[in-house]
């Protein structure tokens, strides 16, 4: 084959050619030839594409059930057997595919401007990112009838007559999808450590966020960690480790600011600033202001009257 010949377009529409081809909408194709007892049906339709070098206007996934393929994809050669993944972006340019015998496998393709295509889920964007190559995953026994099963069920969805939300159904299913395969290829490329560091990261992140939004009416640790959808002792573990500090003292530092500056005012009595903060009552307040202060609210409001500021601050700030 000539190096130098310009490469064609194979834009996604010319899947509708295939037998099986299923649709949601022109957002995502399903085709697969797992029931196909013609084994030319398949090799029909590779051979009706337009002439090779051609370049995907489409993302591909590709899960093979049996038998085995070659491909050459940009500059990489693969050999595809049974229970191998290949994944391939837009923007890829395929330059031959030869088929084996018996050659099965189900293909998920999505056009580059699918909303599919999209998503700010760690596991997604890390996905997208380890797709600007091609990538050949191969996976046990039972991994791989994990991936079946879900590409099937997106089968099985795009064919339901009765699920008014397909598009819902089908997003929470490429989700599952992409996190399994994103999490393989990060174990394949030694990434779990980076991976691990950035997920903790954000979930500092949003725990400051819920704090600054809830602190006035939740200092429970176990609120916060069912919030973010982690375990209470993961969640404290995490939050320690990012910042230093224990997530009870963030919540603490954020109820005491927000305490000083209703105290400082002079517009609001103690038991007023209690009432605001969501205390059991003003006594309880009372503890635990003096605990984190050093001084009772009275005693605060006296102190910061009198021009006598050297009473501890402490107030909370972000990391970095």
Not at 5 to 25: E, H, N, Q, W, Y
Not at 94 to 114: R, V
Not at 140 to 153: G, M, P, Y
Not at 248 to 260: F, H, L, T
Request: glycine fraction near 6%.
């Amino acid at each position: 084959m000539d190096e130098r010949k310009p490469a064609g377009v194979l834009d996604i529409s010319l899947l509708d050619r295939f037998p099986a081809t299923m649709k949601l909408g022109d957002s995502l194709y399903l085709n697969e030839n797992l029931d196909e007892k013609d084994p030319e049906t398949l090799r029909s339709f590779i051979a009706s594409l337009p002439s090779l070098p051609a370049k995907l206007r489409f993302s591909c996934t590709i899960l093979c059930t049996g038998g085995s393929a070659k491909l050459r994809v940009s500059k990489h050669k693969f050999i595809v057997r049974k229970n191998d993944v290949l994944l391939v972006s837009g923007g890829a340019i395929l330059h031959n595919i030869t088929l084996g015998e018996d050659f099965k496998a189900i293909a998920l393709s999505i056009p580059s401007d699918s909303s599919f295509a999209t998503g700010n889920h760690i596991s997604t964007k890390l996905l997208r990112g380890y797709m600007a190559n091609p990538q050949l995953l191969s996976f046990e026994e039972d991994e791989a009838e994990v991936l079946q099963k879900l590409l099937l069920f997106i089968r099985h969805t795009i064919l339901s007559p009765k699920n008014t939300f397909k598009e819902d159904a089908v997003e929470g299913i490429l989700l599952t999808m992409g996190s399994i395969l994103s999490s393989k290829l990060a174990k394949d490329k030694g990434d779990m450590e980076e991976i691990e560091a950035r997920k903790t990261n954000i979930l500092m992140r949003r725990f400051l966020n819920e704090v600054s939004l809830h602190y006035m009416d939740e200092r429970r640790i176990g609120w916060y960690a069912d919030r973010l959808c982690v375990s209470p002792k993961y969640f404290a573990q995490v939050i320690y480790k990012e910042s230093g500090k224990y997530a009870k003292d963030w919540i603490r530092d954020y109820v005491i600011r927000a305490a000083k500056k209703m105290l400082k005012s002079g517009n609001y009595t103690v038991q007023e600033v209690s009432d605001a903060l969501h205390f059991a009552n003003q006594s309880f307040f009372g503890t635990y202001f003096k605990k984190a202060v050093g001084l009772s609210p009275k005693d605060f409001i006296r102190t910061y009257s009198s021009g006598d500021h050297g009473f501890p601050q402490g107030e909370p700030h972000h990391p970095a």
